[in-house]
């Protein structure tokens, strides 16, 4: 039998790391993907001496081959891959001791802030900060700060933050910087070579693209975090099936190829909803006026598919668009080869109301998928026409 491709190196490029690193085909019977090994338990020669799995939820081969893979796409030395992404957030911050204090962009997911306000509050003190304002940055990350959790793009505004130079700021500080990386993914945006100590992603998006799988992930290269990590995966349990890791991996295959649709379909998108009447601002990184497009172009390589908007009518047009648009379909979660629609203040972010992070009811978050753009475009001229 031929031997498998060899281990990534710095010679491939991300579509073939994406295609084949942990992906070397079945030494027993050449199939070129990796099986789905359902197993829970693993038969070991003698007491004490396992060939390399032992229990399901400590390991197993389909999950350790989507770790590799996903690991090698962040440029990360460890991946370590979870039940959703929001339990691989709080593996993360199970990593601050308690009394630590934690800073979080004051425009993020809803969940994450749920996460840390009413699950570690009462362990951690939390504070939000816009983190794309230096000034604000600098005053809010002091000695006593533990971690920095940003997003870039922001859910559900796409603000830009210079990851360079938050990662500089924390660890001058001697804290950790957290980038989720589930709007940009690795194929725009590799947080850890901008200096980010860890990336967490939710795998459900992008990275498994077609709406059926949750998933979450962690890539991380110092060896003591990581160490941490995989251990609170075991404890805790929060791991994926052998059939979830199955899919988010051959999502990862054809990721590169889908995001460069994302980001031409968003890009048309955008210039219609920048010349209608019934919009009042768009949020799109790739337009020359959005907040932190230069920095967004020194750190990605394309601006993505998720595009924001607020309605001139205000919550009641936001409403009515979401309601007649065809094509974009009225759902939350985002990232997948459909278009989707939804209204952030009583959706995604719901939890956030009253909050720090609450979101103008004006505001409508897209997820633009890769159908065709004309089409796209014209389901939402359609609904926009309806509101003018």
């Not at 922001?154 to 938050?166: F, G």
């Not at 995001?259 to 799109?284: F, I």
């Not at 009583?346 to 009811?361: N, Q």
């Not at 004006?362 to 609904?383: K, N």
Request: a negative charge; hydrophobic letters at 45%.
């Amino acid at each position: 039998m031929r031997a498998g491709p060899p281990a990534p190196g710095d010679g491939w490029g991300f579509d073939t790391t994406a295609v084949h690193a942990g992906q070397a085909p079945d030494p027993a019977t050449g199939a070129v993907v990796p099986p789905i090994t359902l197993a829970t338990t693993f038969a070991q020669p003698a007491v004490g001496q396992p060939t390399g799995y032992e229990y399901s939820r400590s390991g197993n081969p389909t999950r350790a081959a989507l770790e590799a893979c996903l690991a090698a796409l962040e440029g990360a030395t460890t991946g370590v891959a979870f039940a959703s992404g929001l339990s691989a957030e709080d593996a993360v911050l199970r990593t601050v001791p308690d009394g630590g204090a934690v800073v979080l962009g004051d425009d993020a997911y809803g969940g994450t802030w749920r996460l840390l306000s009413r699950v570690h509050g009462r362990r951690l003190r939390v504070t939000t900060c816009p983190l794309g304002d230096r000034r604000a940055v600098e005053e809010a990350v002091t000695p006593a700060t533990r971690m920095v959790w940003l997003e870039t793009p922001t859910n559900p505004l796409l603000s830009i933050v210079d990851v360079a130079a938050v990662a500089e700021l924390c660890h001058r500080h001697g804290a950790v910087c957290v980038v989720d990386n589930t709007f940009a993914t690795p194929y725009l945006q590799q947080p850890l070579s901008l200096g980010a100590d860890v990336v967490v992603h939710s795998s459900t998006k992008y990275l498994g693209g077609h709406s059926d799988v949750v998933g979450g992930f962690v890539a991380v290269n110092d060896a003591g975090l990581a160490e941490q990590v995989r251990f609170l995966q075991n404890a805790a349990g929060a791991v994926p099936s052998p059939f979830d890791c199955y899919l988010v991996l051959r999502g990862v295959k054809t990721l590169g190829v889908r995001m460069d649709r994302h980001c031409a379909n968003a890009a048309a998108v955008a210039e219609l909803l920048a010349g209608h009447r019934a919009v009042s601002s768009v949020r799109w990184p790739g337009l020359p006026g959005h907040p932190g497009h230069a920095v967004a172009a020194g750190q990605m390589r394309g601006f993505g598919g998720m595009v924001s908007f607020a309605c001139a009518g205000g919550e009641p047009a936001a409403l009515e668009v979401a309601r007649r648009t065809e094509l974009f379909t009225l759902a939350e979660s985002l990232g997948a080869v459909e278009s989707l629609i939804e209204h952030p203040a009583r959706m995604t972010h719901a939890s956030a109301a009253g909050s720090p992070l609450a979101v103008d009811p004006a505001l409508l978050r897209l997820s633009v998928g890769i159908e065709t753009a004309a089409d796209l475009v014209a389901d939402l001229r359609r609904a926009l026409d309806a509101v003018a």
